[in-house]
């Protein structure tokens, strides 16, 4: 085990990592720059946890309802060998499947642990792709893996890694819907990336055992409802930038290391409870080597990353808070209490800040101008923050 | 999206209470609008689950699919509102006046239309799909629905296609429309959810807007405005009193029972949402309206009559892509509407034109002096063409020879004719401006005027700014521009894909297949 | 593109000289147009001859009694496409050319001075022409019914919206498109997805609409450009046109630049004008900052890089002119993303020509400073960029799109010296890359990130720091 590896345990403390699957590991291109965010990811704290523990729980949750809907589907598109599936693919996207088999890989003789089920899927795509004939084989629950961060992550396409003319397709099926031919962009966005993390472990896989990356195709099919029914529809997403994002932001993470070095020596977010079920850290604590870490909020943290109140909370003060197109309409000054006075001419601009000063200076004005104009009496605004002019000391928030 | 509105932000941040970002009211308000807070279930594309409708804040109408899976009772629940909202629509119907219509002919328009108010934009997401999902269902045949269902079906998916018309107010959502009148203290997306913009615009006595939004955070204090449901709601509630309702199923008693259950806990989480959308109308009705206001209430309601008309006529649902043509002349329509949208906001309000100070494509300031006789001798025949200098403190940007109205002289157009910054005696130096950055000093703008000044070659009294006239000049132009033409339809050219096929409703529009 | 094939194209200058490449490839599409295609598609790369290409197909047909309309987007280009189809006229056989005007039209001195070109705002009035140009804009307004051109020639058609075309398709018969990919995407101030996905989106340039409802267009490239100096050639074709790339149309060491003075206590802004001179590239960096868009330090030192080059003398060596040519203000350009950017550098410009005699530099007025949208298609000896990133918290995704920094890029003959604030390969590592995905939407290439990558690290060898 490398030096980062037990610096990251030992942050984790005595449990086990958070496994990663296709969408945490996706995640890790939404907000590179995050370091809190990188550190805990690389550690595989339980981050749900964590900001449970600190008193600011992430608003996320699934309703039964759609996860009902979801098994639903798939289970319909994969009934009796996935019958659905390959009328789809026949007649939806034409391609010519003349003979189907289909393998499922779960079912592994006895007790099937993750390696086992992994080792199955490895030997029966390698020969797949050794054998090179044509012959389509749909396989069902393979298991696939893929180093992240020097953690082995398994991953199981809830899809099919199918052959055809020579090439592996990764099957994605959502459930959402495609209504006449578009689908919310952004989840279309997220199964993009997730069926990139695929296509990047399959290659890897077969890769392992001497074949070419371009055997596994750059193209998904992505198999969702259409319109209102539950008939299932296909369509292709060329997923070749995806992966480029993605093969970018995994050999960032080979810098985890440096930003580990730079912590001090001692810092643990362990979440356990000790044996009279007290939190062995209280929050205070948890919240005291939180603040080692630097986090990067944005208001698009609060729709992905479960600390986001948490570190919500923390940038109160800062223009980046209400929003990275408001802050650069600030000026780019970083506090919001910097740019009150900058505007009013309280604070006299100083290195580089001159620019911003400026703006700010007449759009105060500006505005003003125009309320006074209107006779509304000059707004006070100097009322409920006037102690978060620096950044705010750590307060415990037990 | 501005320094301006960034800098409201910033302060209502500090103030605890959201600031205004608008002087006047830019949406139309109807004295009775009818306000429909959906919501729907989730893991479905468009799964109503239940509605709170109405015209009055005091009686809201309840709808709710006690099993939203069951294909019957999802189209008995879209019959209901149908039956609310289409005789809402209708209701104004029936009195029509006569507009000029271009040379001796009148055409017919109502007087007063609709107005849908939803919660936010996801809940206008929700009645594209309704509508989407109900206006191909046929009224006959095997999966034959009510008469009302298409009908609604189609309304809504007029009220839908209208939202993208810059400037129309038949369907608003309330946190777009409070958006546009004040800036939170929180970010934009956060501004998505109606009670968090609310708790910023309207707090309870006793708390910072800060404070209100973070109540308005937690599910079970403040129910989401929907249509989408609190997941914990969902598992901890709902589901058990959906099974309940269909295990109740043939048991007239337990059903009843059942159903007025599951009726109890979805109010509950409707009500709340309810009451914020009529406070918000309450806080937008206290703005006084923009002058145009009421003539683009005109374009909506001429809108809504030639959709009424052509309802009664064929009545076809609209088709589900638009074709090459028809995408073509709506983006032409839509890009002429967003710029007179623009344009007579900022003539509206005083605030809205600062946007265009701030970028120099507008500026404001005294005339210092003013050649009112001055005339134009170049060409065959004299013309009067006055000049002034305007001394504003704006950060100019605009070039020599742009051609600019002020807001309060619409009539009259100002040509650029000099910039100068901090010299200039003479009416004709000419220099661009030193600094364009810096507001602090003082510039010079010479305008040459015509028009709006009657025929003779002098000026009528009042028509030329006098010395010590405040003035606000800008480039935008709010003029009606006539729209692009496009080949028709049946002459769609080959770049394009050709003519497309003809609309034959097909059986499987109507077709479907329930879980 | 395989490995294979990019030896072999890279190969090819061995074989065959760059004007013989460039002569086949024109060779073919005209023969194209013969051949009884609907429609023709011509890639050209920046400054691969698209223009001669456009006046030789024009004359061609023309001369084969053919009625060509010709279509531009700007009435530069349109005045542009005369002027040199006028003097192609006079110098072969003869042809009347029609330039069809819009109301307010004020005729060029470059149009005017042609005997043989008629000018009207009717195109009634110049059916005595077989070859008629106008702006887009302007053709739509024509009546379909009366003008069925057997041929149009759409020029910069990778810039002309779908809907445009779908206005004037029905006035012509075929066509051949001629336009470079690798520039600005039309665009419009509308936000919705109405169409997105439809293969009729009117949102579209006009080459992808013809080429999604019609598969069997040939498209070919033109595989030379002439414009680029052979040390740009590399850096724009990787970055901008990874499946298409061409090569340069002169030899190393053909293109320079000179100073007929030396540097008197040089700083880091002769630093950055003698590399640029020596290879073609610099970047001038300033320290890492986040500033506002009219950054006063980057934009005064474009500024500053325009007025040394002419105090300095400079001095552009071409195939043309192997001993120099003397670099005038109107062979400059300073390019930027904003048009207050592009205002701040004329007032920097303005401050620095009045600042006084021995610091005052004649001619910084003529000086052209431009916005990327405004400068497609145009080219100087030297360009100075102001970097769309520079000074920037946080990239979006117009500030990354490749279009912008690939016109920016390839403007220029002799050099180019991109001015920026260190950070930006920073900001590009920060960036979320958490973009929507539709349906039914082919991916487009290049990806500004990638493409904002390969430039930095090609400027990255070239870098003047300033302290």
Not at chain 1, 376 to 388: I, K, M, Q, V
Not at chain 3, 364 to 383: I, K, P, S, Y
Request: aromatic share 6%; net charge negative; charged share 20%.
């Amino acid at each position: 085990m490398t030096n980062t590896e037990a610096r990251l345990d030992q942050i984790r403390g005595p449990v086990p990592p958070r496994p990663h699957n296709a969408r945490t590991i996706a995640a890790l291109t939404s907000n590179p720059a995050c370091v809190r965010r990188a550190i805990l990811d690389a550690a595989g704290v339980d981050k749900a946890k964590l900001a449970a523990a600190l008193g600011l729980p992430a608003p996320f949750g699934q309703s039964r309802f759609a996860i009902t809907r979801g098994n639903a589907f798939e289970q319909q598109v994969k009934a009796n060998g996935c019958a659905e599936l390959l009328r789809l693919l026949r007649e939806q996207l034409g391609l010519p499947i003349p003979e189907v088999s289909y393998d499922d890989l779960e079912e592994v003789a006895g007790n099937p642990g993750l390696p086992m089920r992994h080792a199955r899927t490895r030997q029966l795509l390698t020969r797949a792709a050794d054998s090179g004939d044509d012959a389509g084989t749909l396989f069902d629950h393979p298991l696939l893996c893929l180093e992240v961060g020097g953690r082995l992550a398994y991953l199981e396409p809830d899809l099919i890694a199918f052959r055809l003319r020579g090439k592996f397709h990764v099957v994605e099926i959502k459930s959402f819907a495609a209504i006449d031919g578009q689908a919310d962009p952004d989840k279309v966005a997220a199964a993009a990336i997730q069926s990139a993390v695929y296509v990047l472990a399959l290659r890897q896989l077969l890769a392992d055992s001497g074949h070419a990356a371009d055997l596994v195709a750059d193209e998904v099919f992505l198999v969702c409802p259409e319109n209102f029914a539950n008939r299932p529809t296909a369509a292709v997403l060329d997923v070749r930038k995806q992966l480029t994002v993605l093969r970018r932001q995994l050999s960032r993470l080979a810098f985890i290391a440096e930003l580990v070095e730079a912590l001090p020596p001692d810092i643990c977010l362990d979440l356990e409870p000790d044996a009279a079920g007290v939190a062995r850290r209280p929050a205070a604590e948890l919240a005291g080597a939180l603040h080692v870490l630097p986090p990067r909020y944005m208001p698009e943290c609060l729709a992905s990353c479960e600390m986001c109140r948490y570190c919500r909370d923390g940038a109160r003060a800062e223009t980046a808070a209400l929003g990275r197109a408001v802050r650069e309409d600030l000026g780019g000054v970083d506090y919001v209490e910097t740019a009150l006075q900058l505007a009013a001419g309280e604070l006299t601009a100083g290195g580089g800040e001159e620019d911003a000063a400026a703006l700010l200076r007449t759009a105060e004005r500006l505005r003003l101008e125009c309320l006074q104009a209107a006779q509304f009496p000059a707004p006070d605004f100097r009322g409920s923050h006037e102690s978060l002019a620096a950044p705010q000391s750590l307060e415990t928030t037990a | 999206m501005s320094t301006l509105t960034a800098l409201a932000r910033a302060q209502a941040w500090s103030a605890g209470t959201a600031q205004r970002v608008a002087l006047v009211r830019h949406v139309h308000l109807a004295e009775r609008p009818l306000v429909f807070v959906p919501l729907a279930l989730a893991g479905e594309a468009s799964a109503p689950l239940a509605t709170m409708v109405g015209d009055d804040p005091d009686s809201p109408r309840l709808l709710v699919v006690s099993q939203p899976r069951n294909r019957d009772q999802r189209f008995a629940f879209v019959a209901e509102l149908a039956d609310v909202m289409v005789s809402y629509m209708e209701g104004f119907c029936s009195v029509a006046e006569e507009v000029a219509a271009g040379r001796d002919e009148t055409r017919p328009r109502f007087v007063n239309a609709p107005q849908v108010v939803v919660p936010n934009q996801a809940a206008i997401g929700f009645v594209r799909l309704l509508g989407r999902s109900t206006r191909f269902r046929r009224t006959t045949g095997e999966f034959a629905v009510g008469p009302a269902v298409p009908v609604l079906g189609r309304w809504l998916t007029y009220l839908a296609e209208r939202t993208e018309h810059p400037g129309s107010c038949l369907l608003l959502a309330a946190t777009e429309a409070l958006s546009r009148h004040w800036a939170s203290g929180q970010s934009e997306l956060e501004d998505l959810n109606l009670a968090a913009l609310m708790g910023w615009i309207d707090p309870p006595p006793g708390m910072t807007g800060e404070e209100a939004a973070a109540a308005a955070e937690d599910p079970v204090l403040s129910p989401p405005a929907g249509p989408a449901t609190d997941p914990g709601f969902d598992n901890e509630v709902l589901e058990s009193l959906i099974e309940a309702c269909s295990r109740a199923d043939g048991d007239a008693a337990a059903s009843s029972r059942a159903v007025a259950a599951l009726e109890r806990a979805l109010a509950g989480q409707l009500v709340p949402t309810w009451r914020l959308v009529w406070r918000a109308l309450e806080l937008l009705r206290a703005l006084p309206e923009g002058a145009s206001v009421a003539r683009r209430w005109e374009g909506d309601r001429d809108s809504f009559t030639g959709y009424a008309a052509y309802l009664r006529d064929t009545g076809l649902p609209q088709p589900r892509r638009d074709g090459a043509v028809a995408a073509a002349r709506r983006l032409d329509w839509l890009e002429r509407a967003q710029a007179s949208y623009a344009a007579e906001r900022a003539f509206d309000d005083p605030l809205a034109m600062a946007e265009y100070r701030m970028t120099g494509e507008a500026f404001a300031g005294l005339v210092v002096k003013a050649e009112p006789d001055r005339l134009d001798h170049s060409g065959k025949r004299r013309k009067l063409r006055p000049l002034i200098m305007v001394e504003t403190t704006d950060p100019v940007r605009a070039e020599v020879g742009t051609v600019m109205t002020a807001v309060t002289r619409q009539g009259q157009s100002a040509r650029v004719v000099s910039i100068s910054a901090d010299s200039g005696d003479a009416m004709s130096a000419e220099n661009g401006p030193e600094d364009g950055a810096e507001p602090a000093g003082m510039v010079r703008i010479v305008l040459e005027l015509s028009g709006g000044m009657g025929r003779s070659l002098t000026a009528a009294p009042g028509s030329v700014p006098e010395v010590g006239e405040w003035l606000c000049y800008s480039s935008l132009t709010a003029d009606y521009q006539r729209p692009w033409e496009f080949p028709p339809a049946e002459e769609t050219p080959w770049t394009h894909g050709g003519p497309p096929q003809p609309y034959v409703p097909a059986d499987e529009d109507a077709v479907e297949e329930w879980s | 593109m395989t490995p294979g094939q990019h030896e072999a194209a890279q190969a090819e200058p061995a074989r065959a000289g760059p004007a013989q490449l460039a002569a086949s490839a024109a060779e073919k599409v005209i023969g194209d147009l013969t051949a009884g295609h609907r429609a023709v598609v011509v890639d050209s790369p920046p400054g691969a001859g698209k223009s001669s290409l456009v006046v030789r197909a024009a004359r061609t047909l023309a001369c084969a009694g053919e009625p060509v309309m010709v279509v531009a987007q700007t009435n530069e280009q349109a005045d542009d496409l005369v002027d040199r189809l006028a003097a192609a006229s006079a110098a072969g056989s003869q042809l009347l050319i029609g330039r069809l005007s819009a109301q307010d039209y004020v005729v060029s001195a470059r149009v005017g001075r042609h005997a043989g070109v008629m000018v009207a705002t009717d195109a009634a009035a110049l059916s005595g022409c077989l070859v008629i140009v106008g702006t887009a804009a302007k053709w739509a307004t024509v009546k379909a019914r009366t003008w069925l051109f057997p041929w149009a020639i759409v020029d910069e058609a990778y810039q002309m919206r779908s809907d445009m075309l779908l206005r004037i398709a029905g006035q012509f018969d075929r066509a051949l498109f001629v336009g470079d990919p690798g520039q600005l995407d039309p665009f419009s101030t509308v936000d919705i997805d109405r169409w997105t996905g439809l293969t009729w989106d009117p949102m579209q340039s006009a080459v992808e609409v013809l080429l999604r409802h019609n598969d069997d267009i040939p498209v070919r490239r033109l595989p030379v450009s002439w414009r680029l100096p052979s040390n740009a050639v590399p850096v724009v074709a990787e970055a901008f046109y990874p499946f298409s790339p061409f090569v340069a149309g002169t030899r190393p060491g053909e293109r320079r630049l000179s100073f007929a003075t030396a540097a008197f206590r040089a700083g880091p802004l002769d630093d950055a004008l003698e590399l640029a001179a020596e290879t073609g590239w610099a970047l001038y960096e300033l320290p890492p900052r986040h500033t506002v868009r009219t950054d006063a330090d980057a934009v005064g030192a474009c500024a500053a890089l325009a007025a040394r080059l002419l105090q300095r003398g400079c001095v552009a060596h071409s195939e043309f002119a192997p001993a120099g040519i003397d670099v005038s203000p109107d062979r400059i350009a300073i390019g930027t993303a904003h048009r207050d950017q592009a205002r701040a550098v004329r007032s920097a410009l303005a401050g620095l020509a009045s600042a006084g005699p021995g610091c005052s530099v004649p001619g910084l007025a003529d000086v052209t400073v431009d916005t990327a949208n405004r400068l497609q298609g145009r080219e100087f000896d030297v360009v100075i960029v102001l970097h769309p990133l520079s000074g920037r918290r946080d990239a979006t995704a117009f500030h990354l799109e490749a279009g912008r920094l690939c016109v920016l890029a390839s403007r220029h003959r002799h050099a180019c010296i991109v001015v920026a604030r260190a950070g930006i390969p920073e900001l590009l590592d920060a960036y979320p890359s958490t973009e929507p995905v539709h349906l039914n939407v082919p991916a487009k290439f290049p990806d500004g990130w990638e493409a904002n990558q390969a430039v930095l690290a090609a400027l990255a060898e070239r870098k003047v720091t300033v302290r």
